[in-house]
């Protein structure tokens, strides 16, 4: 039995495209979980914390109702049962506390390849079939255009070559499904990618430690993906022209060098990815021995 009052639920898809980077993501966060074969609960050892392993389509219903604390899912799902259940009068169904950077897709028509319907201006009158029609059916209802919008809950693709809709609307992620199904790739109405969700209903002072907690190291652990620790030795003149080459650089350590006078070592963190064409330009401006290191773990 899960003791709601203190352990903290996250939850999380089942099985997808999703689970292995939000599994990756919050075991980089330090949780340690035991989870029995197709259990759909995994037991947080080392924190007050669990996982619900559901459908992604379930994650935002179950962060509305407060049944999880946190849920992880793609913005196409928050979004459409963001619409589902302002049409039902709940507004503010829970809280989207930030972007995860992975997951990345679209949600964009799709135009068989033969058919007589190839941009949105052509959509007047069509049917469309797709497993988002609350997103569509706003974006039709936002350009004016009146379609017939026909729900597949998956192989949307399938639907023109069975006679069910003109069009489809559908997640993109590689394009393959959609060329394999000779149907071309069209405008995008959702950008979309994974995103933290929060319940709508104040969290527990029970909780609310680790749940904190959780946030700031997932926000560490976003920072250090690409962060980078640079290091290297130049002319103390040359420091504005360094700075001004480092992305995203924070005011750097500067070291005087044993027997050098004008020379310094410089210590940096930058939070962008570090390339070598921007290695050149510090090398251009007089710093060697440039060392680039991956960062591992950061707490600001
Ligand atoms: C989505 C979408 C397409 C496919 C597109 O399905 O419905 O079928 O991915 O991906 P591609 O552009 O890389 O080919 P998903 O795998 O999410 O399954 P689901 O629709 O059953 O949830
Ligand atoms: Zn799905």
């Known amino acids: 039995m899960i003791d709601k009052r ?42 007050l914390v669990d996982l619900l392993f559901v459908r992604d389509d379930d994650i935002p219903g179950l962060v ?26 709940s507004t503010d169904p829970y809280t989207e506390v ?93 950008e979309s990618q994974c995103i933290l969700l929060k319940t709508p209903v104040a969290i527990s002072p029970e909780k609310t430690e680790w749940v904190d907690r959780l946030l700031q190291r997932i926000g560490g652990v976003m920072q250090v993906r690409e962060s980078k620790y640079i290091m290297m030795h130049a002319p103390k003149v040359a ?3 360094i700075t001004a080459l480092l992305p995203g650089a924070e005011s750097p350590t500067v070291l005087p060098l044993e027997g050098f006078r004008d020379k310094v070592a410089i210590h940096v963190v930058c939070r962008e990815n570090i390339f070598w064409e921007t290695l050149e330009a510090l090398k251009e ?8 290191l991956p960062v591992e773990k950061m707490l600001a």
Do not use: W
Not at 114 to 121: L, S
Not at 129 to 134: D, E, I, L
Not at 285 to 291: R, T
């Open 6 to 47: 203190t352990r903290i639920k996250i939850a999380i898809q089942k099985s997808g495209r999703l689970t292995d980077r939000s599994l990756d993501l919050l075991e980089r966060c330090g949780l340690k979980y035991t989870r029995g074969r197709d259990q759909l609960i995994g037991f947080g050892e080392n924190m």
């Open 239 to 241: 420091l504005p022209d």
């Open 64 to 89: 509305r109702d407060d049944v999880c604390d946190l849920g992880i899912a793609g913005l196409n799902i928050i979004e459409e049962k963001r619409l589902e259940f302002q049409s039902q009068g």
């Open 98 to 190: 930030c972007p995860l950077d992975y997951g990345h897709c679209r949600l964009a028509f799709g135009y068989p390849e033969e058919g007589a319907i190839q941009a949105i201006g052509d959509l007047e009158g069509s049917t469309i079939a797709t497993s988002y029609p609350f997103i569509l059916r706003d974006f039709l209802s936002q350009r004016n255009v009146s379609a017939q919008v026909v729900e597949f809950s998956g192989a949307v693709e399938i639907a023109p070559s069975l006679g069910r809709a003109d069009v489809i609307c559908d997640l993109v992620s590689t394009g393959t499904t959609m060329a394999a199904n000779k149907i071309r790739e069209g405008e995008t109405i959702l």
């Open 285 to 292: 401006v007089g710093a060697s021995s440039i060392l680039v």
